[in-house]
């Protein structure tokens, strides 16, 4: 049967803005659409025409490798004399763990969705949002942390830099400010995606890793009595190997910071080009080089990971990386100037601020991406949240918040940050079990059900040791979660249909209607025989004054998943009993449906349609409550108000009567 497609009708052009508020609102149509983005994971590019998979992983690179700014001397805190083998395990639980749970979110979201998408399939009405918004609070922890102890850890090399250190000695919050503020600036202004400068940045970022890692090696390796020390002091703290492996796995959640970067690989997959026959609906090559580029990410840090943990932990006194001492934050760096000289170390602390500083950026790219793809959707977000430059400022202000409560210390976001990173890893192993299992492959379910039990297990245990970043986690999520119900409150009564397409059979209502008076009357469907219609008629001829000869269609909406926000709206036309004719529609919400399909009406035939209703019996603020949670209550006023907000015009406005 042959349909006709509109779009949802127009609504009233708004009175011009101020200069300010157009530049704030610049782009605020396209967000959210697929377009309109900015930074780094910014819009995917065009079929065919993407970027090799080495490149784009750069791109993950920014947030993954510049965590060996920090890692080393987080793990040396944690582990002491351990470290090198506690990073082992980390190594182990990212080849044996997270690589494979990515690989797979990769198959299943090849879109650059993550696994937020994938578990967002598996729960409908008010309980996936409110699931989806919990794991969107811990992403923007995630996320945010990343920001604020990036700028954290690139104001420490700053300001232990012995060319600088006298001059900005005790500067390194208000530096760590200034660098949180000048992100905020350059995305206030416009971020371009740059994939060649996060090529440059972490090839030149490598490259001098490479050296000093050879350098302490090379140290380690001429001064044997280093590996005898270390080794003598490791076997007097711990009995056996056994009891060493044992303190290692307890301490491990602590490392977990070095499992960032899977999210943010999976979320770059738009970019990767893939092979000319892809398609969106299985984009085969674009999947096959996303895991090249998530194993080549993961095997290369996994290897400076163990070696610089190694020689950290043997080169560097201990008292050096507690707070105050030379290595804190920046232990690599310390190797550098110790053993390359001022110079090289110099030019190594300017990269390495470098890379951290451009991964804050990745993570704001990545909050301006993801916060538009779900919380405009679920009509939880204010208009201008659509908007690049708003956001980047509320960004910028919780950024300054968190700088201030954790003072700008390194170590003291690294649980809140861990917290982040574990839960989201958590999250896609458990979506990649569900996948799995519904596929019936059983030995991987049972695989990634293994590695879920691990994931969550150190999660756990993090959050029982760090409960910092819980508590930041839990104030993003009530955050969210408020500013979303409020903001669903005040669009609960907008013109929600995007669009609105009628079958045959009801256009043919809508066109005979028009000739004479148009009047709907919206029945809520009950046993649909033909006293139902009968009755219906009767009443609404009675409690309003109808003459006879007039004759009606009925409307009948059935609400689908009342959580939703924005759909089409589909309007399918029939005739029962052989006289009644019918027009029925599914939907979120009954008021905003019929609201739409009257103006759209009106539109299409140029008469004003009239509705009939009754009033709906129970208490307003007990029926305000069903229209907001389930999308029916007292139809008729809030018909009458989102008609009202559509149409200011009184006399192009549907007319609603209600007996």
């Known amino acids: 049967m042959a349909t006709t497609e509109h779009p949802a009708p127009s609504r009233p052009e708004p009175t011009p803005p101020s200069r300010l508020r157009a530049w704030m609102l610049e782009g605020l149509t396209d967000m959210g659409k697929g377009g309109g983005h900015t930074g780094p994971h910014a819009e995917p590019e065009p079929p065919h025409r993407g970027q090799r998979w080495w490149r784009v992983m750069c791109l993950t690179g920014v947030d993954y490798f510049s965590t060996l700014g920090y890692q080393p001397g987080i793990a040396a805190l944690a582990a002491g004399l351990l470290s090198p083998v506690a990073t082992i395990v980390l190594v182990v639980v990212t080849l044996a763990g997270a690589l494979p749970v990515y690989r797979r979110v990769a198959e299943e979201s090849p879109h650059g969705e993550g696994s937020i998408a994938m578990l967002e399939r598996l729960l409908s009405f008010w309980q996936g949002k409110l699931f989806v918004l919990?794991?969107?609070?811990?992403?923007?922890?995630?996320?945010?942390?990343t920001i604020t102890l990036s700028a954290a850890d690139a104001s420490t090399h700053l300001v232990e830099n012995p060319h600088l250190t006298l001059v900005l000695h005790d500067r390194q919050m208000l530096i760590t400010l200034v660098l949180v503020a000048l992100l905020g600036a350059?995305?206030?202004k416009g971020f371009m995606e740059a994939i060649g400068v996060a090529v440059a940045l972490v090839g030149a970022y490598l490259a001098l890793n490479v050296v000093v890692v050879a350098a302490g090696l090379y140290h380690v390796i001429t001064a044997g009595h280093v590996v005898t020390d270390w080794s003598s002091a490791l076997t007097t703290q711990h009995s056996n190997v056994f009891a060493m492996i044992g303190v290692a796995l307890l301490v491990f959640p602590k490392l977990a910071l070095g499992l960032s970067g899977f999210e943010t690989g999976v979320a770059v997959m738009p970019h990767v080009k893939g092979d000319p026959d892809d398609t969106e609906a299985r984009p085969t090559g674009r999947i096959r080089d996303t895991k090249k580029l998530l194993t080549t990410a993961a095997l290369i840090m996994s290897v400076f990971l163990i070696t610089t943990s190694f020689i950290t932990?043997?080169?560097?006194?201990?008292?050096e990386f507690e707070?105050?001492?030379?290595?804190?934050?920046?232990?690599?760096?310390?190797?550098?100037?110790?053993?390359?000289?001022?110079?090289f170390g110099t030019v190594y602390d300017a990269s390495t601020i470098a890379i951290l500083w451009f991964a804050g950026a990745s993570a704001m790219a990545g909050l301006l991406n993801l916060m538009p793809r779900y919380l405009p959707r679920y009509g939880m977000a204010p208009h201008w949240a659509r908007a690049v430059r708003p956001m980047v400022i509320v960004f910028t202000l919780i950024a300054f918040l968190v700088t201030w409560i954790f003072d700008a210390d390194v170590n003291a976001q690294g649980g809140a940050y861990a917290t982040g990173v574990l839960?989201?890893?958590?999250?896609?192993a458990i979506a990649v079990t569900i996948a799995a299992r519904k596929a019936r492959q059983?030995?991987?379910?049972?695989a990634f059900a293994v590695i879920s039990a691990v994931f969550l297990y150190t999660t756990v245990l993090n959050v029982i040791e760090r409960p910092d970043g819980v508590k930041i986690g839990a104030c993003f999520i009530a955050g969210i979660i408020l500013v979303s119900l409020l903001s669903r409150l005040a669009r609960a009564f907008e013109l929600r249909v995007t669009s609105v397409t009628l079958d045959d059979m009801a256009?043919?209502?809508?066109?005979?209607?028009a000739s004479?008076?148009?009047?709907?009357?919206?029945n809520e469907p009950d046993r649909r025989d033909i006293a139902e219609y009968r009755d219906k008629i009767d009443q609404i001829r009675h409690d309003n004054d109808v003459p006879g000869q007039e004759d009606f269609v009925f409307v009948e909406v059935t609400v689908t998943d009342p959580s939703e926000f924005e759909a089409g709206l589909t309007v399918r036309g029939e005739v029962l009993h052989g006289r009644y004719r019918v027009l029925t529609l599914e939907s979120s919400s009954i008021p905003n449906a019929l609201a739409a399909l009257l103006l759209h009406a009106r539109d299409s035939t140029g008469c004003t349609p009239h509705i009939y209703f009754e009033w709906t019996e129970g208490g307003p603020f007990a029926n305000f409550l069903r229209f907001f949670l389930f999308g029916q209550g007292e139809v008729a006023p809030v018909t009458r108000e989102v008609l009202r907000e559509a149409e200011p015009d009184r006399k192009r406005r549907p007319k609603v009567h209600v007996g």
Do not use: C
């Open 134 to 145: 919990t794991l969107l609070g811990f992403a923007a922890t995630d996320f945010l942390i």
């Open 186 to 188: 350059v995305f206030l």
């Open 313 to 319: 932990t043997l080169l560097i006194p201990e008292k």
């Open 323 to 343: 707070a105050g001492g030379q290595a804190n934050g920046r232990a690599l760096a310390y190797l550098a100037h110790e053993y390359l000289g001022n110079t």
């Open 423 to 428: 839960v989201l890893i958590s999250s896609a």
């Open 442 to 446: 059983r030995n991987w379910t049972i």
């Open 507 to 513: 256009q043919r209502f809508v066109r005979d209607t």
């Open 516 to 522: 004479r008076r148009m009047r709907f009357i919206a």
